[in-house]
């Protein structure tokens, strides 16, 4: 599926530039790029339209399905009525009945699922041509600036180190999307080491420090021990990737002023805990449990504002899940920030 994913995603990148967006031009001989991605005006109403489509679709066979079995539970009761007297024909006709409404019921369920299945994988698509295009346009943008005019070397030392952050962010998507293809075949395969969890978990926190330019205020680390350090066995890349993923989540979806916290302790021998808290958007209730799906991620009024592929969390679980641990979700609500926490069996 994710192959075809990306073929897909590979036609639309370089067929259709226009859908997603066009680039601005640099004004001045060592002007800063502008907007380096605006998005189509277009563009939400074709996603609106989508929605609206899928939307019918789905009242559309919701409906039927309830006709559908209507018009079976009256030829049933007809059946009955005209048939009362013959028990042997009264009783197939209503285990044929229960059948046909099973199947009804089951093959409604089943269509609703696909359109909703469609629609995340649709939106993830589009989320991941973003994410891929954005970066290749502002690095091509910076390329054809350099090549065609001539800049001071302090400002091209600054296009260098944009470049640079764009790229990290193409290899961050892609390693995204080939962890999410890969977990399921890796899972007896993975490379096992002890490893001490806080210093892991420090480790990463000062590496969201280093990216995000953020300073020990807004990512704070705290250690709550009972003398020994928190061993674990497991990967190390993959843990990596865990932390990464939560600590990127809790910057994104920070409100102006970014408050991270993430805290280790051993409230309990045999198991350690790491919580990454943030004071952002907030998960409401009803959704914390679907957010470790594959592609899915919480509709919000604005869904542009944060970027995504809907594969973070997926991975967090799925590696957590594979270590022996588990991993849940705490918010307030809506504004009122979130709470990811990480059990691991040590050693």
Not at 90 to 103: C, D, H, P, R, S
Not at 215 to 239: C, I, T, W, Y
Not at 263 to 280: H, I, N, W
Request: proline content about 4%; glycine content about 8%.
């Amino acid at each position: 599926m994710l192959t075809r994913g990306l073929l897909i995603l590979s036609m639309r990148l370089f067929s259709k530039p226009d859908r997603q967006g066009r680039l601005t031009t640099l004004t001045g001989p060592c002007a800063s790029p502008g907007p380096l991605w605006r998005r189509s005006p277009a563009f939400p109403t074709i996603g609106f339209m989508r929605v609206s489509t899928r939307n019918t679709k789905v009242a559309f066979f919701v409906t039927l399905g309830v006709c559908l079995v209507a018009l079976a539970a009256a030829l049933n009761v007809g059946w009955v009525i005209l048939n009362w007297r013959q028990v042997a024909v009264l009783v197939l006709g209503i285990v044929f009945f229960l059948a046909i409404i099973a199947g009804l019921i089951l093959n409604t369920i089943f269509l609703v699922r696909e359109i909703r299945r469609n629609e995340q994988h649709d939106s993830f698509i589009n989320a991941v041509t973003h994410e891929l295009k954005t970066p290749i346009a502002s690095i091509r943008l910076y390329l054809q600036t350099l090549k065609t005019r001539e800049v001071p070397p302090d400002r091209r030392q600054e296009f260098y180190d944009i470049m640079l952050a764009d790229n990290d962010q193409l290899l961050h998507t892609v390693e995204q999307v080939l962890r999410a293809g890969s977990l399921d075949h890796r899972r007896g395969h993975l490379h096992r080491d002890r490893l001490d969890m806080a210093g892991l978990a420090r480790e990463c926190a000062q590496l969201a420090r280093s990216r995000y330019h953020l300073d020990e205020d807004s990512l704070r680390f705290e250690e709550k021990l009972n003398g020994a350090r928190p061993m674990v066995v497991g990967d190390a890349e993959e843990l990596r990737a865990v932390m990464a993923n939560l600590l990127d989540n809790a910057v994104k979806y920070s409100a102006r002023q970014i408050k991270v916290l993430v805290e280790v302790s051993t409230p309990a021998a045999g198991q350690v805990l790491v919580k990454v808290r943030d004071s952002g958007l907030g998960i409401p209730g009803d959704q914390l449990k679907r957010i470790f799906k594959r592609f899915y991620r919480v509709p919000r009024r604005d869904p542009s504002r944060v970027k995504g592929t809907g594969l973070g969390l997926f991975i967090v679980r799925s590696v957590i899940k594979s270590h022996g641990g588990m991993v849940r979700a705490e918010s307030a609500g809506e504004g009122q920030g979130s709470t990811f926490t990480i059990q691991l069996p040590t050693t």
